[in-house]
């Protein structure tokens, strides 16, 4: 279900830019020109922003604010005033205020998300909104799912499952509303929908509508360049919900140890800015070391591998770390991958049967 956006503004020009901006970053963006109506959109809708315009007719933008603020009904909600360089002296940050941040007219496309994306980021982190994978047994072993503006490593050998999983997190995410961009080493766009289509996991339409981008990464074409131009990259899909790395390993082979650091750190700052990341590793392609510290690093980190269980191998997925999930981490999952079905959790009874 796609995030709420309530815009309370006078201004049809500065509509015809917020509506179309906004709706591309897959929000469902509300409007109204009335404060009073705003006011009670914002209750009977529960957006989880609030842009409302300094001026308003018969009801100042502060007064709004602050009456969103003092209402219990709705002072989760993020507030963004819109002012012009005319109204600075009267704008107020902080308690009393009802403001979170404010937009100085003029401004483009690219610096209101910039504003918009960390305000419902850290509203999502305070109320623990965490994204689902579209399988309610392995949210419930990762303690709830993904939380929103996280840094996550999956790391497994070799046909552990990390694609797979990695999959299932991008549908999940597609089908509840959100954006996704993926950086991928393993497949084409082709390849992807192919591979994604056989797991029942088709998002063809998502991708037709642009809910999904894909980019396939030429590692051996870009040598040791490969992070920095992946940053870059990644860095112009920031405005994204979430952020796919399949799979980091090759794109790091030429790269020191400080530089695979510093990567981790610029992706963290991605988070910060309300970008959620997922990035993949093969465990045997970096050394222990370097991989405890990529961990410390991480606010999730699923550690996928292949084990024996009695006369079979199947495939297990422990949830070590999570930071701000519901529920307790620490869970091991065991599953299998079938063609036309895709993940399925295997039961306890049924591996040691």
Do not use: W
């Given at each position: 279900m796609a995030?709420?956006?309530l815009?309370i503004?006078?201004?049809?020009?500065?509509?015809k830019?917020?509506r179309?901006?906004?709706?591309?970053?897959?929000?469902d963006?509300?409007?109204t020109?009335?404060p009073?109506?705003?006011?009670?959109?914002?209750?009977?809708?529960?957006?989880v922003?609030?842009?409302v315009?300094f001026?308003?007719?018969r009801?100042r933008?502060?007064t709004v604010?602050?009456?969103i603020?003092?209402?219990?009904?709705?002072d989760?909600?993020?507030?963004?005033m819109?002012?012009?360089?005319?109204?600075?002296?009267d704008l107020?940050?902080?308690?009393?205020?009802?403001?979170d941040?404010?937009?100085?007219?003029?401004?483009?496309?690219a610096?209101?998300?910039?504003?918009v994306?960390?305000?419902?980021?850290?509203?999502?982190?305070?109320?623990?909104i965490?994204?689902?994978?579209?399988?309610s047994?392995?949210?419930?072993?990762?303690?709830?799912?993904?939380?929103m503006g996280?840094?996550?490593?999956i790391?497994?050998?070799?046909?552990?499952g990390?694609s797979v999983?990695?999959?299932?997190m991008?549908?999940?995410t597609?089908?509840d509303?959100?954006t996704?961009?993926?950086?991928?080493?393993?497949?084409t766009?082709?390849?992807?929908?192919?591979?994604?289509?056989?797991?029942?996991?088709d998002?063809?339409?998502h991708?037709?509508?642009?809910?999904?981008r894909?980019?396939?990464?030429?590692v051996a074409?870009?040598g040791?360049?490969?992070p920095?131009t992946l940053?870059?990259?990644?860095?112009?899909?920031a405005?994204r919900?979430m952020?796919?790395?399949?799979?980091l390993?090759?794109?790091?082979?030429?790269?020191s140890?400080?530089?695979v650091?510093g990567?981790?750190?610029?992706c963290?700052?991605?988070c910060?800015?309300g970008?959620?990341v997922?990035i993949m590793v093969?465990?045997?392609?970096?050394?222990?070391?370097?991989?405890?510290?990529?961990?410390?690093l991480?606010d999730?980190?699923?550690?996928?591998?292949t084990?024996?269980?009695?006369?079979?191998?199947?495939k297990?997925?422990?949830a070590?770390?999570?930071?701000?999930?519901d529920?307790?981490t620490?869970?091991?999952?065991?599953?299998?991958?079938?063609?036309?079905w895709?993940m399925?959790?295997i039961?306890?009874n049924k591996i040691?049967?």
């Open positions: 995030q709420k956006v815009v503004e006078v201004d049809r020009i500065m509509l830019m917020l179309p901006t906004l709706e591309e970053q897959g929000y963006v509300l409007t020109s009335d009073s109506e705003g006011l009670t959109m914002s209750r009977r809708e529960q957006p922003l609030v842009i315009a001026r308003l007719p009801m933008g502060t604010a602050r009456r603020r003092k209402d219990p009904a709705t989760h909600q993020a507030v963004l819109i002012a012009d360089e005319s109204q600075l002296e107020v940050i902080g308690p009393g205020s009802g403001v941040d404010f937009l100085i007219k003029p401004f483009d496309a610096e209101l998300i910039t504003k994306k960390p305000l419902i980021a850290a509203r999502a982190e305070a109320e623990g965490t994204i689902s994978t579209g399988n047994e392995l949210d419930d072993k990762m303690g709830g799912g993904i939380p996280s840094l996550t490593l790391e497994g050998d070799s046909g552990a990390k999983l990695s999959q299932q991008m549908r999940g597609l089908d509303g959100y996704v961009s993926v950086f991928t080493t393993e497949n766009v082709k390849s992807l929908v192919v591979q994604m289509r056989s797991l029942s996991l998002i063809i339409d991708l037709l509508l642009n809910k999904i894909v980019y396939p990464i030429e074409r870009l040791d360049k490969a920095s940053l870059e990259a990644m860095r112009q899909e405005g919900d952020l796919f790395v399949d799979s390993t090759a794109a790091i082979a030429e790269t140890q400080g530089e650091l990567f981790f750190e610029d963290k700052r991605l910060s800015g970008a959620t997922v093969h465990s045997h392609g970096l050394n222990s070391e370097l991989l405890i510290r990529i961990r410390s991480c999730a980190h699923l550690q996928l591998r084990t024996e269980v009695g006369n079979k191998l199947v297990q997925m422990e070590t770390k999570v930071r701000g999930a529920k307790r620490g869970n091991i999952v065991s599953f299998e991958v079938e063609p036309g895709g399925r959790v039961p306890i040691s049967g």
